[in-house]
């Protein structure tokens, strides 16, 4: 049995299929600073499960029985407010993904992430941070800019004009907590290049730091209002985002 540290992280997973169920259990009791609380197949089995041991994250499926929809999030948190909460799907569609964070996921994992993400994944959710697979982050930016695009033919709306497509593309990354060296992984830029768009919308717009960048984000709909609930000055969550070679 691996030896567990005094202070390991309490898990509680959700997962109607036993067999992926126990698979994820030995891969996470492998690791000294992580401990298996508890297992649930279904949504009210969860709520006990969560109740009895008030467990630091649960890892949870979309799709569990007894819960309509991606309920289980919201009866999640309804039990336990500060339990973090990392979704494990093979879901990758916008809907489910925008629902998913509506309802307070801390994190969105897809189910052929390897061994190596998913622990990134739950270490940094567990961290305080959100972290998405990076074909999630790439929906949920690129979901994001298009919401914003004018119409064919209408001028752009607001502050658009005075910057350029690149730049608002790197505004909604960095806003969503991402460093440069990973905006420039996910835009297949060099760093320099994230940094000198960076310095010019932030000149551009008169934003002095990226909390203000985080806010003007939100208020113009580049990045979901969670990012938003926090004081001007309050650093952003962080954002981890897996990115494949």
């Known amino acids: 049995m691996m030896f567990k540290t005094p202070t390991a992280t309490s898990i509680v997973i959700i997962e109607s299929h036993g067999i992926l169920r126990e698979g994820l259990r030995a891969l996470i009791e492998l690791e000294a600073d992580l401990r298996v ?9 969860a709520i ?10 649960v890892i949870t499926d979309l799709t569990t029985p007894g819960s309509q929809g991606l ?7 309804a039990v336990s407010a500060r339990v973090r909460v990392l979704v494990l799907t093979a879901y990758c569609s916008d ?21 190596t993400e998913l622990l990134l994944a739950i270490r940094s959710v567990i961290a305080g941070q959100n972290y ?3 074909p999630v982050s790439a929906r949920l930016v690129s979901g994001y800019l298009r919401r914003n695009e004018p119409a064919s033919g209408e001028p752009a709306p607001g502050p658009w004009p005075r910057i350029t497509e690149r ?23 060099s760093v320099k290049t994230v940094e000198k768009h960076r310095a010019n919308v932030m000149r551009k717009l008169e934003l002095h730091n990226t909390a203000s960048v985080t806010l003007f984000a939100v208020r113009n709909g580049l990045v979901p ?13 962080m954002v981890a985002t897996a990115v494949r070679p």
């Open 48 to 57: 006990r499960a969560v109740q009895s041991t008030a467990p630091a994250l």
């Open 167 to 189: 730049e608002r593309e790197v505004l909604t990354h960095v806003a969503l907590g991402e460093s440069n060296k990973r905006v420039a992984l996910a835009l297949r830029l």
């Open 71 to 77: 309920r289980i999030i919201e009866q999640l948190r």
């Open 132 to 134: 998405f697979s990076e």
């Open 95 to 115: 809907e489910y993904i925008r629902a998913a964070l509506r309802a307070g996921a801390d994190g969105y994992v897809l189910k052929d992430a390897d061994r």
């Open 37 to 45: 609380v508890g297992e649930a197949s279904t949504a009210a089995d």
């Open 225 to 237: 209002a969670q990012y938003g609930d926090r004081p001007l000055g309050d650093p952003p969550p």
